[in-house]
């Protein structure tokens, strides 16, 4: 009998080579974005997820005196459940930043189409 319960963690670096960007990691030829994850599951039924991406250093409009930077980026939650083959997801996401949040409401809806034979091969 598998864990009940599991937590998993993820971290990824979007990297792009169109030019400067407003990044952690800012150059001309490269840029890079750190993105942070968390995921905890139930019987690989059940999922409550957290995240953060969008790092950037802007203008504090609220001390527009002194010109001073601040970090902002954009939080995520989220929470699916999985029956069979199919998955179904919601997020709660802040598309802007912390002086002006934008708030969305993201739901998706996975199906997984491989046959039995092909499922077994992926876990062996």
Known sequence: MGRKLNLLAE?????????????????????IDPR???ELSYKDAFFVRAGVNNFQQVLDDRDTLNQRKIWIYQPSVGAGFKVGDV????????LANQSYPL?????????DLRSKEEKKKQRR
């Open 103 to 111: 708030y969305t409401h993201v739901f998706s809806l996975r199906i």
């Open 87 to 94: 998955q179904i997801d919601y997020a709660f996401v802040n």
């Open 36 to 38: 942070l994850g968390l």
């Open 11 to 31: 971290g990824d670096l979007d990297v792009t080579f169109d030019g400067r960007r407003n990044t952690v990691i800012s150059t001309k030829p490269v840029s």
